[in-house]
């Protein structure tokens, strides 16, 4: 397999700072505290959340819907939402709106979006989602499309969880296979987190309470007919 050109290798490092920093401010690391003192709980940027939402976003697409979409030619649909995610980033910005100074260093080769603190880059997500961003000026298959817009915000929201809390981050060495070759390593992180025992093959469990209901006969003669 040939190496990626320098071209590749900066594309593909801005769309991972890019996610990096997504994934940071929607579920960040925190502590916990039991009888046993202090335990810091990974994020998800620990747990490299942001690979599952790049693998979502390039490879769950159907073709025909890319088609729909303007993105059969080969352009990657994780670029485009990171360039949507800048584009929240520099209106927030240049409304004189971020609370904390930016920092190019803490995800580098990232865009506007990735130099926000975190609080910036959820009300940067809150911008794109309000639509309170030009759609003329977003790239291809954002441009002038809200409708589209709106769903990815939504689904930018509910992947980091998904990622987080699902059996993804057990299919360690695999995880970025294709389904049907991934395989599940170890206990997820997130099952941990939650409390959450695994699946359940057919445990009892309680399914309400059984109901009696009584039916009253009904006469099925019909009247005669004069």
Do not use: C
């Not at 769309?15 to 046993?36: C, D, E, G, M």
């Not at 800048?86 to 609370?99: H, P, S």
């Not at 294709?178 to 093959?201: A, D, I, K, L, N």
């Amino acid at each position: 397999m040939a190496e990626p050109s320098g071209i590749e290798r900066t594309k593909n490092q801005y769309i991972k700072s890019t996610f990096q920093a997504l994934v940071q401010a929607i579920i960040p690391p925190h502590f916990r505290y039991n009888s046993k003192g202090t335990i810091q709980v990974a994020g998800a940027l620990e747990l490299d959340v942001y690979e599952y939402i790049i693998w979502i976003l390039d490879h769950s697409i159907a073709p025909s819907v890319k088609a729909q979409l303007n993105l059969a030619d080969g352009r990657s649909m994780s670029k485009a939402t990171a360039e949507l995610l800048d584009a929240g980033a520099t209106q927030l910005i240049r409304a004189g709106q971020i609370q904390y100074p930016l920092n190019v260093l803490t995800f580098a080769g990232g865009g506007p979006f990735s130099a926000l603190s975190p609080i910036d880059r959820l009300r940067a997500i809150t911008h794109i989602e309000r639509l309170e961003i030009n759609l003329e000026t977003l790239r291809i298959p954002y441009k002038n499309n809200p409708e589209l817009v709106r769903i990815m915000i939504d689904a930018l929201n509910e992947l980091p969880m998904f990622g987080q809390y699902s059996e993804w981050t057990a299919y360690g060495t695999t995880r970025l296979y294709s389904p049907e070759y991934r395989r599940v390593e170890y206990f997820p992180h997130g099952w941990f987190q939650t409390q959450y025992p695994g699946p359940s093959f057919g445990y009892r469990d309680f399914r309400g309470f059984l109901a009696i209901i009584r039916h009253k006969k009904v006469n099925n003669e019909w009247p005669n007919r004069t």
